[in-house]
């Protein structure tokens, strides 16, 4: 069986940061990649940015780069996102979610991820 609990949701205003974790419980040794996704009201659920859990190199959706940086402690099983800069249109609910499947790439689609946390809700106040 597979968890993950997404916290370090919150109320932040324009420009500032929340840094997001994700706790991750099950047997994690053929775990391939955790992934971030946000949905907000009315949207469909996208990509935000994904990390290969052995080895660590990752991949951001264009709206997040340069400002949003994934990294994970596999000894605590554990990954973060961690924002910056944050703008109104990155008002959401943030779910964090683990693929258990090789893949060449590092996935980017809802589809090809096995198990989800429930989420946390970020709001940027302008």
């Known amino acids: 069986q597979v968890q993950l609990v997404e916290s370090g949701g919150g109320l932040v205003q324009a420009g500032g940061s929340l840094r997001l974790s994700c706790a991750a419980a099950?047997?994690?040794?053929?775990?391939?990649?955790m992934g971030w996704f946000r949905q907000a009201p009315g949207k469909e659920r996208e990509f935000v940015a994904a990390?290969?859990?052995?080895?660590?190199?990752?991949y951001y959706a264009d709206s997040v780069k340069g400002r949003f940086t994934t990294s994970r402690e596999n000894a605590k099983n554990m990954v973060y996102l961690q924002m910056n800069s944050l703008k109104p249109e990155d008002t959401a609910v943030y779910y964090c979610?683990?693929?258990?499947?090789?893949?060449?790439?590092?996935?980017?689609?809802?589809?090809?991820?096995?198990?989800w946390g429930q989420g946390t809700q970020v709001t940027v106040s302008s």
């Open positions: 990390i290969r859990w052995s080895g660590g190199s990752t």
């Open positions: 979610a683990v693929r258990t499947r090789y893949s060449f790439s590092l996935p980017t689609s809802k589809m090809e991820y096995d198990y």
């Open positions: 099950g047997r994690t040794f053929n775990w391939y990649s």
